[in-house]
């Protein structure tokens, strides 16, 4: 599986960006697809996840902020961005999991900076 991200950029506090993660190869083995975030001197945290299911989850912090979605026809998953604060400024992944019993195979995409400006 190959992911590969775009989207990111420069923008104020209050605007809107809205990030892209292409999926090529096997992508039936995937289960669940997120993205992930580091900002400068802090861990990569999660930002939102969706399952093969169709059911999604979000860090609180981005809770009613951000969307995530994907189309299945264009096997891309995508990360809308609202009302974006310059604490949302971070490198962004995304990522397939693929879990097998007690094991999990994580495939990252290319970080994409988002820088939000005050």
């Known amino acids: 599986v190959q992911l590969v991200v775009s989207g990111g950029g420069l923008v104020q506090a209050g605007g809107s960006l809205r990030l892209s993660c292409a999926a090529s190869?096997?992508?039936?083995?995937?289960?669940?697809m997120g993205w992930y975030r580091q900002a400068p001197g802090k861990q990569r945290e999660l930002v939102a996840v969706?399952?093969?299911?169709?059911?999604?989850d979000y860090a609180d912090s981005v809770k009613g902020r951000f969307t995530i979605s994907r189309d299945n026809a264009k096997n891309t998953l995508y990360l809308q961005m609202n009302s974006l604060k310059p604490e949302d400024t971070a490198v962004y992944y995304c990522n397939g999991r693929t879990t097998l019993g007690p094991r999990k195979y994580d495939v990252w995409g290319q970080g994409t900076l988002v820088t939000v400006s005050s």
């Open positions: 969706i399952t093969s299911g169709g059911s999604t």
């Open positions: 190869g096997s992508i039936f083995s995937i289960n669940a």
